[in-house]
């Protein structure tokens, strides 16, 4: 679709039946709108719904970092500090180098150095995050049934009432202490599955500077999400 500034903005349509409602919203990442709504036969109204609202994508998407690939010799945040990526190195296996910069040396097919550093960086988001996970359910007195790490588009961490939590790995890429707060915000979900004062109380006993972690997350997430394979 054309917006009225005659950008050409892709638009996603998917059917989401727990949706109460239609809903317009960014994927950052590939730099498109989605269109949500809860049943196939609503499909027609989405797509008008995100015509609608077309403008409103159009300055959204405008605001976005450019995006940034991984590859030899780019720059990106690893653990909120300068990390160059690099194909230099002995053998096949990932090394990280830390310093200023950090250096992460990945040897090989240098068609694949995205999509290595991609796993790397989800490896060693999981292992920060279950180490931050059981800290902070020792903190709260709760048990996490599952970690896990996955490429989420609109949320950074979530909770299911079973005691499942999952997590961006983009999160590697921000400051520990923001991953922490993260972390401690889904840890603080097994005791309160919403967002009451009660919550915020759970969270800030694991967190006292939750507050400044959560600013820097909605300053810079953005630019996070705009690193990609």
Same mark, same amino acid.
């Given at each position: 679709?054309?917006?009225?500034?005659? *950008? !050409?903005?892709?638009? $996603?349509?998917? =059917?989401?039946?727990?949706?109460?409602?239609?809903? @317009?919203? +960014?994927?950052?990442?590939?730099?498109?709108?989605?269109?949500?709504?809860?049943?196939?036969?609503?499909?027609?109204?989405?797509?008008?719904?995100?015509?609608?609202?077309?403008?409103?994508?159009?300055?959204?998407?405008?605001?976005?970092?450019?995006?940034?690939?991984?590859?030899?010799?780019?720059?990106?945040?690893?653990?909120?500090?300068?990390?160059?990526?690099? *194909? !230099?190195?002995?053998? $096949?296996?990932? =090394?990280?180098?830390?310093?200023?910069?950090?250096? @992460?040396? +990945?040897?090989?097919?240098?068609?694949?150095?995205?999509?290595?550093?991609?796993?790397?960086?989800?490896?060693?988001?999981?292992?920060?995050?279950?180490?931050?996970?059981?800290?902070?359910?020792?903190?709260?007195?709760?048990?996490?049934?599952?970690?896990?790490?996955?490429?989420?588009?609109?949320?950074?961490?979530?909770?299911?009432?079973?005691?499942?939590?999952?997590?961006?790995?983009?999160?590697?890429?921000?400051?520990?202490?923001?991953?922490?707060?993260?972390?401690?915000?889904?840890?603080?979900?097994?005791?309160?599955?919403?967002?009451?004062?009660?919550?915020?109380?759970?969270?800030?006993?694991?967190?006292?500077?939750?507050?400044?972690?959560?600013?820097?997350?909605?300053?810079?997430?953005?630019?996070?999400?705009?690193?990609?394979?």
């Amino acid at each position: 679709m054309t917006s009225a500034c005659g *950008l !050409e903005i892709p638009v $996603r349509i998917e =059917v989401n039946p727990r949706a109460k409602r239609l809903i @317009l919203r +960014l994927d950052e990442q590939n730099r498109e709108a989605v269109a949500v709504c809860p049943s196939k036969r609503f499909v027609p109204a989405a797509a008008r719904f995100a015509e609608e609202r077309l403008d409103w994508a159009a300055s959204r998407l405008r605001k976005l970092p450019p995006v940034a690939r991984l590859a030899h010799n780019k720059r990106f945040l690893l653990k909120g500090s300068d990390c160059l990526i690099t *194909l !230099e190195g002995e053998g $096949r296996k990932a =090394v990280l180098h830390e310093g200023e910069p950090h250096v @992460l040396s +990945l040897p090989g097919d240098p068609e694949t150095i995205g999509r290595r550093a991609e796993r790397f960086l989800r490896t060693l988001a999981k292992s920060e995050l279950t180490r931050a996970v059981d800290q902070y359910c020792a903190t709260l007195e709760v048990d996490a049934r599952r970690v896990t790490v996955k490429d989420t588009r609109s949320r950074w961490g979530s909770c299911t009432s079973d005691g499942r939590l999952a997590f961006s790995w983009r999160l590697i890429m921000a400051p520990p202490e923001v991953l922490d707060y993260v972390a401690a915000h889904e840890c603080a979900h097994l005791l309160e599955m919403n967002h009451s004062p009660r919550f915020w109380a759970h969270v800030e006993r694991c967190r006292p500077h939750w507050k400044q972690e959560r600013a820097w997350l909605r300053r810079h997430g953005s630019g996070l999400h705009a690193v990609s394979a």
